[in-house]
């Protein structure tokens, strides 16, 4: 204890001092620091739609509400998401989706869900294997097709 009280240079500590006595500058973290700090302390991170140009931030359902781009950015980037609503719309019906996200919600979710389903049925490999290429068809007709398929 007594050793490193004898250590200290007293010219060091007047120095010290006249330091401390300066205005010190205020820490500023550079941009990327901070770009750092807020990718570390929040997962969440503000996009912007390419299609429509709104932000979005992805813990919360669209700002735009009524804007398509970003219900379907929003649900892409969200499958966990989109498959406990899946679950539920399962489990409980539409009304039940309603009760918990509102009409609007069911409304894209749906569109989603279609235009998912469109985009498989539409793949060349779905295509060659159903015989049927390139026209619009029949979602539910093609689901029962598959599933006589499998069961075959
Ligand atoms: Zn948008």
Not at 81 to 90: F, T
Request: glycine share 6%; with cysteine.
């Amino acid at each position: 204890m007594d050793e490193a009280i004898t250590t200290v240079n007293p010219e060091a500590l007047v120095d010290a001092d006249l330091g401390a006595s300066k205005p010190v500058p205020e820490p500023k973290p550079t941009l990327a620091q901070v770009k750092a700090w807020r990718a570390a302390n929040f997962t969440v991170r503000h996009s912007t739609v390419n299609a429509c140009g709104h932000k979005l931030d992805l813990r919360q359902f669209p700002s735009n509400a009524n804007c398509w781009p970003c219900w379907e950015a929003f649900f892409s980037v969200n499958p966990e998401g989109v498959a406990s609503v899946h679950q539920l719309l399962l489990e409980g019906g539409t009304k039940a989706v309603i009760a918990l996200h509102g009409a609007k919600f069911i409304r894209m979710f749906g569109r989603f869900l279609q235009q998912k389903l469109l985009k498989e049925y539409a793949s060349p490999a779905v295509q060659a294997a159903s015989g049927i290429e390139g026209s619009i068809m029949n979602v539910t007709e093609e689901k029962e097709a598959s599933l006589g398929s499998i069961s075959s």
